[in-house]
């Protein structure tokens, strides 16, 4: 990253979605893998994961209790699928949804010298959020990171876009979504359509830090919890590197098939490999390529 902390335009790649009713969080909870019920002041926030009933990732979801509804934030690609997953499971409760993707601009910050724009935001626990201004216009920010860096997300009106764009612009560097991109594969994040998909499940994909195993039931929960009891987990979600360009996806040793690429970019990559071969400076094959492991993302 710069050596000045730069901003990123997200409205494109996140979606946002309000939810209504008093039952909003219940529900989600009921749905998703982390304990949303211990959101129970407004302001607060963490990020749990959306699963099938076989146990795979919807999608990881950022979700927020403010004072009137509860914000979700979603993949753009995964949005209609979880706002169709929720109204399906939406039989009796008071629970009413709605996409505010085109009402709302969202951006990100990533680094650490904010505290002139967010005074107080330091001192918040990760996830949690706060209403504040920036050019008269009331937005809110979240406090983000990705891997060990720091962030903060603005999400506020469509009509400020440009202002707030401005405004930033003007103290820091931006990056666009192909920098945003090859950001998150150095720090190993993984991301909806690539890494969080319907083939792989949240303890291969290294999100157990959204997964509550003391919470009540949820869909997919047996399967989830039974990978983890009995250390059923066949992959591991791996950071890796090579030299050159890659005209295939599938990883293999000694002519094995033993796991694939699922992102890649400028000599580096994620991609999920069984447990054996996952060891750092594992040497490992892509086509006539070869491939290391240089960290493993997944416990």
Not at 18 to 31: N, V
Not at 241 to 254: F, H, P, S
Not at 262 to 274: D, N, W
Request: some cysteine.
């Amino acid at each position: 990253m710069n050596e000045k902390p730069v901003f990123v335009d997200l409205l494109t790649y996140f979606s946002r979605i309000d939810l209504y009713g008093e039952d909003s969080l219940d529900l989600l909870d009921r749905l998703s893998t982390n304990k949303l019920e211990n959101l129970t002041e407004p302001y607060t926030g963490m990020g749990s994961v959306l699963t099938t009933n076989k146990g795979r990732i919807i999608d990881l979801l950022g979700v927020n209790r403010l004072p009137d509804r509860v914000l979700v934030t979603t993949a753009k690609e995964s949005k209609e699928k979880v706002i169709e997953w929720i109204e399906f499971y939406t039989i009796m409760e008071d629970v009413s949804v709605k996409d505010i993707s085109a009402e709302t601009c969202h951006f990100r910050l990533l680094g650490e010298e904010w505290d002139e724009l967010f005074p107080s935001i330091s001192k918040l626990l990760l996830r949690d959020s706060m209403h504040c201004e920036i050019e008269g216009e009331s937005v809110i920010a979240i406090r983000e990171e990705m891997s060990n860096v720091p962030c903060i997300d603005i999400i506020g009106p469509i009509t400020a876009r440009s202002k707030i764009s401005d405004f930033l612009g003007k103290k820091f560097n931006q990056f666009s979504l192909k920098e945003f991109n090859q950001f998150r594969l150095k720090l190993g994040i993984p991301v909806f359509g690539f890494e969080l998909t319907e083939d792989f499940n949240p303890l291969e994909a290294g999100l157990i830090s959204h997964i509550s195993f003391n919470k009540g039931c949820y869909i997919g929960q047996e399967v989830v919890a039974r990978l983890n009891t009995y250390d059923k987990v066949q992959r591991k979600l791996v950071k890796l590197a090579w030299q050159g360009n890659l005209e295939r996806k599938e990883i293999t040793c000694d002519g094995k098939p033993i796991g694939v690429i699922t992102s890649a970019e400028k000599g580096i990559g994620l991609g999920f490999v069984r447990n054996t071969y996952a060891e750092l400076q594992k040497e490992l094959d892509c086509g006539d390529r070869k491939i290391v492991v240089t960290e493993i993302l997944a416990e």
